[in-house]
């Protein structure tokens, strides 16, 4: 009765697909019934909305036939939330099943209740699951523990209510090695959403339990433990050497979850063993995290990223292992970026030749992306390690000589900074003159003119190579332009009789004829110090001081960040190098919380890593491209099959604020420490600091290929010298950086 | 973890769609499509897109993706997204678009088992196959209960990957020893890097619950001192500190090996393992992969290969790549295939060789030299010239490496040996136990 009023309520079509799948769900023949549950489940694995058929299917639920079974159960997940009122119908099945004495059975409905989310649903489910978790085989008791934690997705005040919570600690007791597995699962979920339940309190029996479990259990269910030992503090040092001595033999598993896992519980409670033992365990662990990196290129990936991370903290874990980590030629490309850069991280004075010759060769491949790194790689290598630099200022040499444009720039960028740390290399500037008309970057061409006004002194036709960059001084990117007025003023400085009208020119030029302020506030500011006739000395102090050396070019994460990724070793937060704050969840706090955070992680990336910002980023970092990203944020976040979320509530009109996010997104660009999170700008700072810079740079204008040294030779030697000071006193501190790091 | 399991097709149609928690929903499927599948930009194999994960491996021609909402372990996806592959290729033999259309409600059963809320369960093959089966008239056993108790027990247990009335009349094992040599050499002979991966593939045909007891001339499992030295060891695994010190040591044992590392298959207790070096386990039934060890040091590389490309002007390379084999020479090779890159421009091409067939390969820009058979100690020559048609635009040709497959049974790079395989079982049958070497090229390259 009641089913045929619904049934006219939703006015079926008396033809089409619909209609011939309701004729085959009610055949009185068996096998057409379930062909036409079979082609139901395909209509809705292609997102045809097969919801209208809900009571029809809902009758076949009632049958000895396993497959048949699971099929409707599928189905009735789906669409349960179209129908909860017709789900009741299916309660007394389910009831029914979990008391079958057919443990597949009684496991598939207690698993399957858990997934209808209903409320009516719910409210049947109590006796099943308590029944459920009490079974005697271990199979339905695995599958019951997982239920309570769904339980506790839907209800939490009924999940406590009625004890589950206590029962599922019980159950870290059982017998068998999965259901224990399976209950520590449910409960660190538990813990983890709602810590107020105190859900997962590892004690000193429960530790024993786990640890037992630990070797027996599923590779799956080990992951789980280990997850859990990590987060576990231990008591006193004997416990962690417990733990450690326990869980090293893990490193042998061959999934390489288990091994990464593993080597985050042993790393973790390292730190409060002795420093033998923990030396012991550090050289344990390199093997196999070494055979790690010949596995399939995406598990490669996570561990390569995660080798960085150790090494940061661990820097000789794996000094002996250079060659693994040599590329394949067909190794995808976010594998080959890794490698780079973790053989770098390696890099030292017994392995340093193989490696650069390793570099050489792989900065004459084709992949132009890759090449300008391996070029990078060179020069990091060489600031890293002073009994290399003279080999490695050779092997750049070699490559300038290829002549291939996009190498020879990158070669160029590299040199500067070579020049910064170690004077002597004078003699080769001829040869990077040479190459002045090749360059068509502006970062190169700003490196190769900064070159060139440090060393005006020793270079004979300096004069002449600048005089053709001011000739066609607007034309260039503003980078170069600041590079150029700057370097003539050195000039000037240095050798007075022959700048004199290049110096005039090429203020005359930046001051009345460009647009870019930034361009006319410097050249203004050196004007007004070459025309300060009382000190003939502070001009020459400030613009000719010398600059504090560079230490290293390699990028490393601020230790506080390290740290808190360390914890999340093996997880994405670990792979992206980033808080999990800044990926995960924050959906339900509203849509522009989303919004905002997936901009300024757009941005970070396209400031560090090229590589992550493509993977965060589907194309990096252009408008277009970060407006359709938007939008599918903005996709994400609204629910289009019911239950919608509070973001979409909030904030009905989701594709407006995406856009004001957006309208937001190049002021963020200007000046990145005032808007980003403190831990954010820390990193900001470094990385302006280290003059890194990919080649997705947003800001044109930005601290690019400039460094510390050249920091301070603005405005901070100004102050030293007392001279009286045109520096813009009432700038706020955070532009005041941004400004001097423009300076160069 | 996950929230849910997508399957595509390469043209991003999508074929499985299983969500295991509320926010996986269903406009995913064409977020996923547009992003990384209609976008050849996208290189990494994870995308986060708001707070949506989606990572993804690519087999024959489906994407298989896993969405997740969390920070979820991003090695276990990738682990479990193979396993799947794996347990795809066992069911249906090729795991493709194909018997993914043919499947897909055995797919969703399989999927309905392996995940749970989004957390991976019993993932062994065996196993499943009990009460997971292609042919529907087999489910039978699953639904009679007695069958079934007796099924959830072996799924559960702690040998979760083996039943217990298991009968043979002939009680076997077989055990296969594949290497895959590795190489990269510099083009001018120095040797860059030489490791090889191994893989121990046994077939088990074995009654009851036989205990198995494996040795290897593993040098560590050898080498009377080390095993002292861990022997005596206090605790704390002070002793694992003598091991590797020991590994640096002198060379003493001969005719052993060193192992960089090994990994074992989830039968293999690893305590055992970590504490005195003893290999034992119970095995599954049929065919599975013991162990995968990597070793560095003392490879016999099988091939020297000696290159000589020479690029004459703009118009013509020059070849001449010589291979000698190096072990012994009772042994041979057998589809030994070398392949020689040429210039993108290549207009056509001239080959001879003392042994073999070579032919050109436009489209992989490749001269592909097939030798069948090649025994031991012998040397064959190709000499070829490529003629290069005239481009506009000369850019340099990055000359990819010269890359070598070959397969030689009953050889070994890393020169392991199994020296013993025991097994114990109740009622005390014997058993018959074969050991088969293969070794092959992994990534033999020659720049």
């Given at each position: 009765m009641a089913m045929n009023k619904i049934r006219g309520a939703f006015a079926v079509p008396r033809k089409g697909e619909t209609f011939e799948l309701r004729a085959g769900l009610v055949s009185q023949y068996a096998y057409e019934r379930k062909e036409s549950i079979q082609k139901t489940i395909m209509a809705m694995t292609l997102g045809?909305?097969?919801?209208?058929l809900f009571p029809d299917v809902l009758k076949n639920i009632a049958t000895a036939d396993l497959e048949q079974k699971k099929l409707v159960y599928l189905y009735l997940m789906n669409y349960a939330k179209s129908h909860p009122d017709l789900c009741i119908l299916a309660v007394n099945t389910f009831v029914q099943d979990s008391e079958d004495p057919n443990p597949l059975i009684r496991a598939l409905a207690i698993r399957t209740m858990g997934c209808i989310r209903v409320d009516k649903m719910v409210d049947y489910m109590e006796e099943p699951l308590r029944k459920t978790l009490r079974d005697e085989s271990p199979y339905v008791r695995k599958t019951a523990a997982i239920c309570v934690a769904k339980l506790f997705d839907l209800n939490p005040a009924m999940c406590l209510e009625n004890g589950f919570l206590e029962m599922l600690q019980e159950m870290i007791g059982d017998p068998n090695p999965m259901v224990v597995a399976n209950s520590v699962t449910a409960l660190s979920e538990i813990q983890h959403t709602a810590p107020e339940t105190r859900a997962l309190q590892v004690t000193a029996n429960t530790l024993r339990k786990m640890l037992m479990a630990l070797n027996e259990c599923t590779e799956w269910g080990r992951v789980t433990i280990l997850s859990t030992l990590a987060e576990y503090r231990a008591v006193d040092v004997k416990e962690s050497e417990h733990i450690c001595e326990r869980v090293s033999p893990q490193f042998q598993h061959v999934n390489s979850g288990v091994v990464l896992a593993a080597v985050k519980v042993v790393f973790l409670h390292m730190k409060y063993v002795g420093p033998e033992l923990a030396k012991t365990y550090l050289k344990k662990m390199a093997p196999p995290l070494v055979t790690l990196v010949s596995s399939a290129p995406e598990v490669q990936y996570v561990a390569l990223r995660n080798i960085d991370l150790l090494l940061q903290k661990q820097p000789d874990i794996l000094n002996k292992e250079l060659r693994v980590f040599f590329c394949k030629y067909n190794d995808p490309p976010y594998v080959k970026f890794q490698k780079l850069e973790i053989m770098v991280r390696i890099a030292n004075d017994r392995n340093v030749d193989q490696l650069l010759a390793e570099l050489k060769e792989y900065a004459l491949e084709v992949d132009m992306d890759f090449v300008r790194r391996a070029v990078k790689a060179i020069g990091q290598v060489a600031i890293k390690i002073e009994s290399a630099s003279e080999k490695c200022v050779n092997t750049l040499l070699d490559l300038i000589n290829t002549k291939v444009n996009y190498v020879v720039q990158e070669a160029i960028v590299v040199i500067k900074d070579i020049f910064r740390k170690y004077p002597g290399y004078e003699g080769i500037i001829p040869t990077l003159c040479k190459c002045i008309d090749e360059l068509d970057e502006p970062n190169a061409r700003a490196a190769l003119i900064w070159i060139v006004g440090e060393y005006a002194e020793k270079i004979s036709n300096a004069g002449d190579i600048l005089g053709g960059f001011v000739d066609g001084f607007n034309e260039e990117f503003s980078q170069t332009q600041l590079q150029i007025l700057t370097a003539v003023v050195k000039l000037f400085l240095k050798r007075p009789e022959k700048a004199q009208g290049l110096v005039q020119r090429v203020l005359q030029a930046a001051t009345a004829e460009n647009d870019n302020p930034d361009v006319r506030d410097r050249a203004y500011i050196y004007w007004r110090l070459l025309s300060n006739t009382s000190d003939q000395n502070a001009t020459k102090n400030i613009v000719l001081s010398d600059k504090p050396p560079i230490v290293t070019t390699i990028s490393s994460l601020p230790p506080t960040l390290l740290d808190q990724l360390l914890q999340e070793l093996s997880t994405l937060s670990s792979v992206y190098h980033k808080p999990p704050e800044q990926f995960v969840g924050q959906g339900r706090f509203g849509a522009d919380a989303v919004q905002r955070a997936a901009i300024e992680e757009q941005l970070q990336n396209a400031r560090e890593n090229p590589l992550a910002a493509a993977a965060a980023a589907a194309v990096s970092g252009t408008a277009p491209s970060a407006q359709a990203q938007n939008n599918v944020e903005n996709l994400l976040d609204i629910d289009f099959d019911g239950g919608a979320p509070a973001s979409a509530q909030k904030e009905p009109t989701g594709e407006l604020s995406g856009l004001e996010g957006l309208a937001g997104t190049p002021v963020r660009v200007q000046s990145p420490a005032a808007g980003a999170a403190p831990a954010q700008g820390n990193l900001d700072d470094l990385l302006g600091v280290f003059g890194e810079s990919g080649p997705s740079h947003t800001s044109p204008a930005g601290a690019s290929s400039g460094g510390a040294g050249d920091l301070m030779n603005g405005f901070a030697g100004l102050d030293l010298s007392g001279g009286p000071a045109p520096a813009p006193h009432g700038a706020p501190p955070n532009s005041g950086s941004q400004d001097m790091m423009d300076l160069i | 973890m996950l929230s849910g399991i997508l399957v595509f097709n390469q043209k991003g149609e999508n074929l499985i769609f299983r969500a295991f928690r509320s926010d996986c929903r269903p406009r995913l499927a064409d977020i996923f499509r547009i992003q990384v599948i209609a976008n050849p930009q996208v290189r990494s194999p994870i995308l986060t897109l708001g707070s949506t994960t989606f990572s993804h491996v690519k087999h024959e021609n489906i994407y298989l993706v896993a969405v997740t909402k969390s920070n979820a372990n991003a090695a276990l996806v990738f682990e479990f997204l193979f396993r799947l592959v794996v347990l795809g290729r066992s069911y249906f033999g090729k795991f493709d678009e194909e018997a993914v259309k043919n499947n897909f409600v055995l797919i969703y059963e399989l999927l309905d088992e392996i995940l749970d809320f989004g957390y991976p369960q019993n993932t062994e093959t065996d196993t499943l196959k009990m009460y997971i089966t292609t042919e529907g008239v087999k489910s039978d056993i699953a639904n009679s209960p007695s069958d079934s108790s007796r099924i959830t027990q072996q799924a559960t247990g702690a040998l979760s990957w083996r039943r217990s009335d298991i009968k043979y009349r002939k009680n076997e094992a077989f055990v296969d020893v594949i290497e895959d040599v590795n190489l990269l050499m510099s083009a001018t002979g120095t040797i860059l890097r030489a490791d090889v991966n191994g893989q121990i593939v046994m077939r088990a045909y074995l009654s009851g619950t036989p205990e198995c007891k494996f040795g290897l001339n593993d040098r560590l499992l050898l080498d009377p001192t080390t095993s002292g030295a861990n022997g005596g060891r206090s605790g704390g695994g002070s002793g694992s500190g003598g091991g590797s010190g020991n590994k640096h040591s002198t060379r003493a044992a001969a005719g052993s090996v060193t192992l960089e590392d090994c990994q074992f298959h989830q039968c293999v207790k690893l305590g055992r393992f970590d504490a005195d070096r003893i290999i034992s386990f119970v095995p599954p039934d049929g065919e599975f992969e013991l162990m995968r060890y990597r070793a560095t040091e003392n490879v016999n590389l099988p091939f020297k290969v000696h290159p000589i490309v020479r690029e004459i002007g703009t118009t013509k390379v020059e070849y001449s790549v010589a291979i000698k084999a190096?072990?012994?020479?009772k042994l041979f090779a057998t589809n030994v295939i070398v392949r020689i890159p040429t210039p993108l421009n290549t207009a056509k091409t001239t080959e001879r060789t003392s042994q073999g067939r070579a032919k050109y390969e436009p489209e992989q820009n490749n001269i592909v030299w097939k030798i069948p058979r090649f025994s031991g100690q012998s040397e064959y020559v190709l000499n070829a010239e490529a003629t290069l048609s005239a481009t506009t635009h000369q850019k340099a040709w990055s000359r990819p490496p010269i890359s070598l497959n070959f397969s030689i049974l009953m050889f070994t790079s890393s020169g392991l040996l199994v020296r013993y395989l025991k097994v114990f079982e109740k009622s005390n049958y014997s058993s018959v136990k074969w050991v088969r070497y293969m070794t092959r090229a992994g990534s033999y390259e020659i720049r």
């Open positions: 045809k909305d097969v919801s209208a | 190096n072990y012994s020479s």
